[in-house]
């Protein structure tokens, strides 16, 4: 099971960039799908998941009513839409794959994990 992000690049503060998750080789409907971050010294940090069916999100406080995700099953591709960065969004974002998404997005929970794609906010 592969996951594979993209979408990732240097942009500046207040601008928006889309991430995407795809997978090859397998149906990603089955899965419910989430975004995390790497904190430097720390556990990596769930941002949002959602469930496989799509009918239920979570996000972490830090991103709420600013990231934006949402899933394509047709084309095997959950997004990430973020708007407003600040400097402080700036990291390698994950997506990962696990049977359920709930408020937790305990990391230690999802199997499945892409390579990761860098966001970096500069002015």
């Known amino acids: 099971l592969q996951l594979v992000e993209s979408g990732g690049g240097l942009v500046q503060p207040g601008g928006s960039l889309r991430l995407s998750c795809a997978a090859s080789?397998?149906?990603?409907?089955?899965?419910?799908i989430g975004w995390f971050r790497q904190v430097p010294g720390k556990e990596r940090e769930g941002i949002s998941c959602?469930?496989?069916?799509?009918?239920?999100?979570h996000y972490a406080g830090s991103v709420e009513g600013r990231f934006t995700i949402s899933r394509d099953n047709a084309k095997n591709t959950v997004y990430l839409q973020m708007n407003s960065l600040k400097p402080e969004d700036t990291n390698v974002y994950y997506c990962?794959?696990?049977?359920?998404?709930?408020?937790?997005?305990?990391?230690?929970?999802?199997?499945?994990w892409g390579q990761g794609t860098q966001v970096t906010v500069s002015p």
């Open positions: 990962a794959a696990e049977w359920e998404c709930d408020a937790t997005m305990d990391p230690n929970r999802y199997d499945y």
């Open positions: 080789r397998f149906t990603l409907e089955r899965y419910a």
């Open positions: 959602i469930s496989s069916s799509g009918d239920s999100t």
